[in-house]
């Protein structure tokens, strides 16, 4: 009977700190990629670090009518990445920091990111530049993509570089929202 009672109060503990986690949870937006692809180069993860500046996204809760958006990488000592994300929403600026883990040893591509304590989300370099000046970034869902360049303003070839990849990732460009810079 003991057993039970503990196992019962566990399963509920468990249903409560779900629904607290998905009431503080941002809630995302359409389906924009039903096939995700796996990424499709390896990633140098020094060479990843640094400032990076939002080109294009699907609109999620968490960054909703933010401009000016900008994510700054570094490797801290135990091998996690610091993440520095930057927004500015009505004339205000907006920051997160969180942390990263490396989660596909091979490749470096997938990683794990958290900027609520225990939760982290999938975050996947799915294509970058060879001299890391662009990258594309999803997750398993197809829900979330970020576009990010080096430069705030990148030309007009690089643009359209960049949406025609986004498409052949399968991604609905009817859903991306471009960043304002």
Known sequence: MRKSTIALGLAGTTLVLGACARAFMPHPGPV????V???ANP???ERYMGRWYEQFRYE?????GMDGVMADYSLSDDGTVKVVNRGLRNGKWKQSTGKARIVDAATKAKLKVSFFGPFYGNYWVLDHGEDYEWSIVGEPSGRYL????REPRPGAALVTKLQARVEALGYDWSLVRKTQQ
Request: proline share 16%.
């Open 32 to 35: 924009g990629n039903r096939a």
């Open 43 to 45: 990633v140098d993860v």
């Open 60 to 64: 999620a809760p968490f960054q909703k």
């Open 37 to 39: 692809p796996q990424p």
């Open 146 to 149: 970020w576009v990010l360049t």
